[in-house]
């Protein structure tokens, strides 16, 4: 069984740019979420994906947003970057049976970005 | 919407002795709590849950204590080991939109 895989590892952005983290969702998994973990700090919600659709969204404005593909891999984007969005992007699949479903998170390893 | 605040933030404690970290959340909708361990630059990984029908559920060394009505919860770990030194979250989560809420970390040393 293959589980979550992040890609890049590390990246180096400047402020303004756009960035696209992408993620694999384990095997058999149907939704996958992303978090904002800054430095000493517990994992943030930004959103999750079931099956396409966005299922829910955490305090994060516009400039982040999200795909999920057929495959149930998925996409964050981050518009016009900011100082403060420096930090671990960590990308969890579950199992759901239902877009209402609480199923147990499987992390990636993350991506972390600086933003210089 | 929820917040869950964990305590304390760091805790040291000699191999052998029992390490107790303790959560409380806001949301009476809350009815999913797992616990995470992070070591440094790795993924964070499940070590234990709990649901809001259960009081306490224990795996080997470790356990989870959930008190609804006070809306607390608590990961007590016993026999520490130095392979227990990490950081520690807790997160709870309601039926709607899936969304986990996790507490600010406790960073646990596990001294020889």
């Known amino acids: 069984e293959t589980g979550v895989t992040q890609s890049p590892t590390h990246l180096i952005k400047t402020r303004g740019q756009q960035v696209t983290l992408r993620c694999s969702s384990q095997?058999?998994?149907?939704?996958v979420s992303w978090y904002q973990q800054a430095l000493g700090q517990g994992p943030q919600f930004i959103f999750q994906?079931?099956?396409?659709?966005?299922?829910g969204r955490g305090n994060f404005p516009p400039r982040f947003s999200g795909l999920q593909f057929p495959n149930y891999s998925s996409e964050l984007n981050v518009n016009a970057l900011e100082l403060d969005d420096s930090a671990l992007y960590l990308c969890?699949?579950?199992?759901?049976?239902?877009?209402?479903?609480?199923?147990?998170?499987?992390f990636g390893e993350g991506s972390r970005l600086t933003v210089l | 919407g929820e917040n869950v605040e964990q305590h304390p933030s760091t805790l040291s404690v000699q191999e052998g002795d029992s390490a107790v970290i303790k959560c409380t959340y806001s949301?009476?909708?809350?009815?999913?709590f797992p616990w995470y361990k992070q070591e440094l630059g790795k993924r964070p990984q499940l070590i234990i849950d709990?649901?809001?029908?259960?009081g306490e559920k224990k795996d080997q060394r470790i356990a989870v204590t959930l008190n609804k009505t006070a809306k607390h919860f608590s990961l007590h770990i016993t026999e520490t080991q130095p392979e227990d030194s990490a950081v520690y979250f807790c997160?709870?989560?309601?039926?709607?939109?899936?969304?986990?809420?996790f507490g600010t970390g406790t960073s646990l040393t596990v001294i020889p």
């Open positions: 969890a699949s579950s199992r759901a049976a239902g877009p209402l479903d609480t199923g147990e998170l499987f």
């Open positions: 095997s058999g998994h149907n939704t």
């Open positions: 994906y079931y099956r396409e659709e966005e299922n």
């Open positions: 949301d009476s909708a809350s009815n999913y």
């Open positions: 709990i649901r809001s029908n259960v």
């Open positions: 997160a709870a989560s309601t039926r709607t939109g899936n969304q986990f809420y």
